[in-house]
């Protein structure tokens, strides 16, 4: 069993950055690919990046490439999202899913964290 925490999410100037932590514990947590995925009011929940288990292998949304970074750090059971230049449409709820069932930018996977709001003040 694995469990996921998001931390990191707050109110932020266009232009800012924020940087988001999924935390996870179980040992298993380590051959796990995991993908963020944002939802914002009244809008379906969309795929935000993915990384596989290495690190080596990592995809993000169009909208958000060349803005956003994931990272992970094994030894600490800790995925990363970097974010700069925040948007206003960034402004989401911001969830990290681990083990994904299906396509990695489908939002099957076997964990969910929480979620952790990220506002993006124009």
């Known amino acids: 069993q694995v469990q996921l925490v998001e931390s990191g999410g707050g109110l932020v100037q266009a232009g800012g950055s924020l940087r988001l932590t999924c935390a996870a514990s179980?040992?298993?947590?380590?051959?796990?690919?995991v993908a963020w995925f944002r939802q914002a009011p009244g809008k379906e929940r969309e795929f935000v990046g993915f990384i596989n288990w290495s690190g080596d292998i990592i995809y993000y949304k169009e909208s958000v490439q060349g803005r956003f970074t994931m990272s992970r750090d094994n030894a600490k059971g800790m995925v990363y999202l970097q974010m700069n230049s925040l948007k206003p449409e960034d402004t989401a709820v911001y969830y990290c899913?681990?083990?994904?069932?299906?396509?990695?930018?489908?939002?099957?996977?076997?964990?969910w964290g929480q979620g952790t709001q990220v506002t993006v003040s124009s």
């Open positions: 179980g040992s298993t947590f380590i051959t796990y690919p």
């Open positions: 899913a681990a083990s994904n069932i299906r396509k990695y930018y489908e939002g099957e996977y076997r964990y």
